[in-house]
């Protein structure tokens, strides 16, 4: 990246012709904390921002081990080969730049790494679910505005990262393996009912007729919960990754719940407010950053901390005194972007 000396109109202009290494050098600048290259990301993002926007956006969410990347390797194999042009990204708040757990371990996903049509990148290293979030977001309007025209963001299932997927896209797909009896897998209601689409995968073999029954569990249990934009549950099929069985079906749904939508207005609908909602996760994330990045309101957090265990000041008063001295005029000489 040199030293921050990065001409972000050449870089957009390449990108938008599609460049991929013009659009892997840009995820590095989005993915840097330096302040310099906050900068130019941003200057970049506004940039592009009119390219961006026309990718059909699918979150990939399930437990470890229910078969995120062999199913994203059958699915964007497809999808490839119905000469779309496919991006992957990830959510993975554990992932370490070394060591990613998420799309790190690429073998699942031999061809479709290879296809000229597709762009996989690992989740970026981050120490918040917020900042890992965010940085995927805009990872995905620059490789819309690269042209990529599918974006699957895979997360794995583990609390709050899913909700954090579902906000960054049109339609959450929920894979789940077959199981044993009616426990639903410990799947948190919460994250049931972020599902727009519920595949059980694994329906192969001897868990071809376990796949059935999960199927059935989930549909009794969706169909009691709060139903989707149009009125209707979230459907449920059944699949094979390993096989590619059900495969073309659960295209064919995606395409038609996210054309149906996008006619209906909902999908304008939900961006728009995912697009306000990130604006705000923004403001506070750059707030707290504010206060934590400057020695001075650094040392006034300790202080003032301990003044309201200490009982000194109230919450509210203790807030108040981080506030004033965190924003524009608090006499900090840095602002973080
Ligand atoms: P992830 O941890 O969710 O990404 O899951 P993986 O894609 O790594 O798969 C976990 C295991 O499940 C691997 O041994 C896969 O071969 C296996 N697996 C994935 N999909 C299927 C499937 O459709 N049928 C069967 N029988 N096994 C599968």
Redesign the pocket.
Known sequence: MGNGGVDTGDLAAAITTGDRRALARAITLIESTRPEHRAQALELLDDLLPHAGGATRVGIS?S????????IEALGLHVVDADHRLGVLAVDPSSRRSGGSILGDKT?MVDLVRHEAAFIRPSPAGTTLGGVARRTREAMLLCEAAGFDVVFVETVGVGQSETAVADLVDLFVLLVAPGGGDDLQGIKRGIMELADLVVV??A??D?ADAAGRTAGDYRNALGLMRPRWDGTPPPVLTA????RRGIDEIWTTITTMAAEAADAGEQDRRRADQATSWMWDEVRQSLLDRLTSDGHTASLVTEVEADVKAGRCTPSTGARRLLVAGGPDGGTTTVAP
């Open positions: 399930g470890p081990g229910v078969g995120k990347s062999t199913f699942r995968n694994k192969d073999g868990l094979s990754a390993l096989t």
